[in-house]
T-cell receptor, first 115, second 112 residues
Framework: DADVTQTPRNRITKTGKRIMLECSQT?????MYWYRQDPGLGLRLIYY???????NKGEISDGYSVSRQAQAKFSLSLESAIPNQTALYFC??????????????FGPGTRLTVL | GENVEQHPSTLSVQEGDSAVIKCTYS??????FPWYKQELGKRPQLIID?????GEKKDQRIAVTLNKTAKHFSLHITETQPEDSAVYFC???????????FGSGTRLQVQP
């Protein structure tokens, strides 16, 4: 689904470095989400935003921060990366234009490795 | 908060057989239950969903059932094909909380 894009797609970094993952969408959705996927643990919610002025913590927000620069852009930052933040990160969007405010559409993912 | 448990973690079936994946949820206020399919190296994609005012929903070879009293819902895939091989995730949410809680996933392998 090219309507939701993530950059970079792969990133290798070192412990202590600041990392930003970016998500953009052209679906016109108002809701955006960041998830982390680890083997055997499914998808865990990091942060979510329902509009530019609305930011909410998910179940695993410690060590992460987000910025909703515009309706179409939602960035995830790791201020000081650590090895246990090595994971696959997905951005997702949803909103009234998808037919249901609950339905979410995922980006292609960013594979992050912290050495 | 919501907790979603999913079983089994792995499932192997012969082509043409049926597959059933089960999930339970803890929050009685949850009213939306989607299922996502994730093929290797790809993003999760919605395959079917159900709301709490419906007990069953079908879409060709896949169906989802919901038992609100027992707080569990299931995905049924009939006449499985090799291309059904993937990881399947269930999830739950309620309009008030506005965010999905996912199960841990089931790796389905369909043997030709």
């Amino acid at each position: 689904d090219a309507d939701v894009t993530q950059t970079p797609r792969n990133r290798i970094t070192k412990t202590g470095k600041r990392i930003m993952l970016e998500c953009s969408q052209t679906k016109g959705h108002d809701r955006m989400y960041w998830y982390r996927q680890d083997p055997g643990l499914g998808l865990r919610l990091i942060y979510y935003s329902f509009d530019v002025k609305d930011i909410n913590k998910g179940e695993i927000s410690d060590g992460y921060s987000v910025s909703r620069q515009a309706q179409a852009k939602f960035s995830l930052s790791l201020e000081s990366a650590i090895p246990n933040q090595t994971a696959l990160y997905f951005c997702a969007t949803g909103g009234y234009t998808s037919g249901s405010t609950d339905t979410q559409y995922f980006g292609p993912g960013t594979r992050l490795t912290v050495l | 908060g919501e907790n979603v448990e999913q079983h089994p973690s792995t499932l192997s079936v012969q082509e043409g057989d049926s597959a059933v994946i089960k999930c339970t949820y803890s929050d009685s206020a949850s009213n939306y239950f989607p299922w996502y399919k994730q093929e290797l190296g790809k993003r999760p994609q919605l395959i079917i969903d159900i709301r709490s005012n419906v007990g069953e929903k079908k879409d060709q070879r896949i169906a989802v059932t919901l038992n609100k009293t027992a707080k569990h819902f299931s995905l049924h895939i009939t006449e499985t094909q090799p291309e059904d091989s993937a990881v399947y995730f269930c999830a739950a949410s309620n309009t008030g909380r506005r965010a999905l809680t996912f199960g841990s996933g089931t790796r389905l392998q369909v043997q030709p």
